[in-house]
């Protein structure tokens, strides 16, 4: 079972004072806390292995590939992608986004063509489009939203056209928690010849992913948000559509032979990775993949889903409370999930569900009096626009305060953010 003490243990920092108070972090959809095996893995690697990949006969240099190259394998099993060809280390969802939208806009936009993004879109799933459409002379068009945060699927019928290139769409929403139904968003899609590209940074830290049972053309993630390091993230991309993209960034490790006239280019997925990889991350990332997988995906997702549905009932207990997104308040409940069926299966049926993110104002308290007041309590939260303005102005507001829970967040700690929060709304 989940021995949430333990798993505390494994995180040093959890156990640090904040203003002579013992630390709530509840900012895990911004980036996690790393357990002490990363750290770890990490100090080892320098310490012992350091050496440059790919292009090295000497013994660290082959044993620090072995580890870069191991880190793809876990990665791949991790979402269990076909290859290891599909699995391109990045910066982060960010790096892998503007990579894709760079080459595929390169092969694939011309002028007049159109690309889908969602309104709920992180601004890196929106951006890295918008530059693109506006070199090529396309359009970019939005999938709109209701007001109780979800996707408008139905409107993807009329969206679509013959002239749309790919949709573009996040599997959990960074600001309300909404689950996307993607797996309908991509059956749409690919019924009409459109890629999609899945944006994963917060569905990968809290529940299994599966891009062949999703069945999307390409998934974004970044490392520091499943509890591995910053600086490393993930593109995958169907080998088929990867092998028919330019390159990215020019350098070396992409090529096969260059010339002063003429450069051939590597093969997949080194094709894509110009340049010295963060190798010590990629291991990194590796060791955090076992150590969720050892806690299991599906524990992770049946205690965090545990942990929001009683921070909502306990959340709406304040006066003035608004929460945004999770539809009246539920979440998916933990008996939806048969003996026979994992908790995971249940959120890729489930129309739209909510996960471990809750955004909320109180009153007419400004967003950022109560993040800072909240923080003086020792409570770690996000305040302002989450990087999603467009989904603010949707809302008609101007930024939230968030909680995010991570896999090491307990009830005490919420009932620590509740009385905060009553203790702050008390002082307006
Ligand atoms: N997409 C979503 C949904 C996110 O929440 C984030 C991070 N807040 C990103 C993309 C960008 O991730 P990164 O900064 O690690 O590149």
Redesign the pocket.
């Known amino acids: 079972m989940y021995d949430i003490q333990r798993v505390r243990d494994d995180f040093p920092i959890l156990s640090r004072q904040v203003y002579n108070r013992p630390l709530v972090y509840l900012d895990n959809?911004?980036?996690t806390q790393k357990p002490r095996c990363v750290v770890e893995a990490m100090v080892d690697e320098y310490y012992n292995v350091n050496a440059n990949v790919h292009r090295g006969v000497h013994f660290l240099s082959q044993q620090a590939t072995d580890l870069h190259e191991a880190s793809r394998e876990k990665v791949r099993t991790f979402i269990n992608a076909r290859s290891v060809n599909e699995i391109i280390f990045t910066?982060?969802?960010?790096?892998?986004?503007n990579l894709l939208a760079f080459s595929f806009g390169e092969a694939m936009v011309k002028e007049g063509d159109e690309v889908i993004v969602s309104a709920m879109?992180?601004h890196?799933?929106i951006v890295p489009w918008q530059m693109m459409c506006q070199r090529r002379g396309a359009q970019l068009k939005v999938i709109p939203m209701t007001d109780e945060g979800t996707l408008r699927v139905d409107a993807l019928d009329e969206l679509i056209t013959d002239r749309t290139r790919i949709v573009c769409c996040?599997h959990?929403?960074?600001v309300l928690g909404t689950v996307n139904p993607v797996k309908d968003i991509i059956a749409k899609a690919h019924a009409c010849g459109v890629p999609v590209l899945i944006?994963g940074?917060?569905s990968t830290p809290h529940f299994a992913v599966d891009v062949q049972n999703l069945d999307c053309d390409f998934f974004?993630f970044?490392g520091?948000?499943v509890y591995g390091p910053t600086g490393i993230?993930v593109l995958y991309g169907k080998e088929q559509w990867l092998d028919k993209l330019p390159p990215y960034q020019g350098g070396g490790e992409m090529i096969k032979n260059v010339s002063f006239e003429r450069t051939t280019f590597n093969v997949l997925p080194y094709k894509f990775e110009a340049g010295t990889p963060d190798y010590v991350a990629s291991h990194a990332l590796a060791t955090a993949i076992d150590y969720v997988s050892s806690l299991g995906m599906d524990n992770i997702y049946r205690h965090e889903q545990e942990l929001t549905s009683y921070a909502v009932s306990r959340m709406r207990e304040i006066d003035g409370m608004r929460i945004f997104g999770h539809c009246g308040g539920t979440v998916q409940p933990l008996n939806d999930a048969s003996p026979d069926s994992s908790a995971t299966a249940a959120v890729a049926t489930a129309a739209a569900t909510h996960d471990a993110v809750i955004s909320f104002l109180v009153g007419d308290i400004h967003h950022l009096d109560m993040g800072t007041l909240l923080d003086r309590l020792g409570i770690a939260v996000r305040t302002g626009h989450?990087?999603a303005e467009p989904l603010m102005r949707r809302l008609g507001i101007e930024g939230t305060v968030r909680a995010s829970f991570g896999l090491y967040n307990t009830k005490e700690e919420v009932d620590i953010l509740v009385e905060g929060i009553k203790r702050v709304s008390k002082m307006f």
């Open positions: 959809g911004a980036t910066r982060g969802t960010t790096e892998s986004i879109e992180h890196s799933n996040t959990v929403s960074n944006d940074a917060q974004a970044s520091h948000k993230g989450h990087c």
